[in-house]
């Protein structure tokens, strides 16, 4: 992965992911450490290291663009793990789809859908 001045903050398009593991995730060429935000409008750094730190603000920019999402891939990291009502209901809310699962299977499931051109969005737990 890249040193930490190199970390995305915010990359506009949608990209395969090419790699994920070593905390962090590979697409368009670049590394980064950290989790990630694969939405419509691109992809950004996402500061939630746990299922459990997911609140309205981790939420905010998936929510803000839920016209264009109408499936969520949640990479829950290594372990699949339970999601709160309090993070689905206001996806539900949104009319987006919650698909909850490990950030390996995440992260391959959407780079099929994004293939497939269908209006999925990622948010993916970096695994070590």
């Given at each position: 992965m890249t040193s930490e001045n190199e970390q995305i903050r915010f990359l506009p398009g949608r990209h395969q992911?090419?790699?994920?593991?070593?905390?962090g995730f590979?697409?368009?060429?670049m590394s980064h450490r950290g989790s990630?935000?694969?939405?419509?409008?691109?992809?950004?750094?996402w500061?939630?290291?746990s299922v459990s730190?997911?609140?309205?603000?981790a939420l905010a920019p998936i929510i803000a663009e839920a016209?264009?999402?109408?499936?969520?891939?949640l990479?829950?990291?290594?372990?699949?793990?339970?999601?709160?009502?309090?993070?689905?209901a206001p996806l539900a809310a949104a009319?987006?789809?919650?698909?909850?699962?490990?950030?390996?299977a995440a992260a391959r499931t959407y780079n099929v859908l994004i293939a497939e051109d269908r209006r999925v969005a990622a948010a993916l737990i970096a695994v070590g």
């Open positions: 992911l090419d790699a994920y593991g070593n905390g590979r697409f368009a060429g990630i935000l694969a939405l419509p409008s691109g992809v950004r750094a500061p939630v290291r730190e997911i609140d309205a603000t016209e264009a999402i109408d499936v969520l891939l990479g829950t990291g290594a372990q699949p793990s339970f999601i709160e009502e309090s993070v689905r009319g987006i789809r919650l698909d909850a699962m490990q950030t390996g």
